[in-house]
């Protein structure tokens, strides 16, 4: 199973930046994708933005557009979320994970109807906006 890490959560006064980092060892760069979802508590785990493994293809939730910046650094297994303008309701745990299946990245919440979809999840960190 393929284990992923996050890192780079905290907290940021509205307005403000942080980039999150998803470490993923032995991931297979030329079948997958990678994604950013997030879950703020009592609500469902939404996808935030996700990018294909094999191009430089991108998805972002429309909430996010203009403010979030995807990256990959392929020499590194390393997926990166870039957030700027943060806004108190971009308060969540943010959950990467691996995509089987763009539909995961499409759809408007993830449960366990859609695990076919992924792969391995993080463990989360905890990004909280707030002055």
């Known amino acids: 199973q393929v284990q992923l890490v996050e890192s780079g959560g905290g907290l940021a006064q509205p307005g403000g930046s942080l980039t999150l980092s998803c470490v993923t060892p032995?991931?297979?760069?030329?079948?997958?994708?990678v994604g950013w979802f997030r879950q703020a508590p009592g609500k469902e785990r939404l996808p935030v933005s996700c990018i294909s493994a094999t191009d430089d293809s991108t998805y972002y939730k429309d909430s996010v557009k203009d403010r979030f910046i995807i990256s990959k650094d392929n020499a590194k297994d390393t997926v990166f979320l870039n957030m700027t303008n943060l806004k108190p309701e971009d308060t969540a745990v943010y959950y990467c994970a691996t995509v089987l299946n763009w539909l995961g990245c499409y759809a408007l919440y993830v449960d366990s109807a859609l695990d076919k979809y992924f792969g391995s999840w993080g463990q989360g960190v905890q990004v909280t906006v707030s002055s």
């Open positions: 032995k991931f297979n760069w030329d079948r997958f994708a």
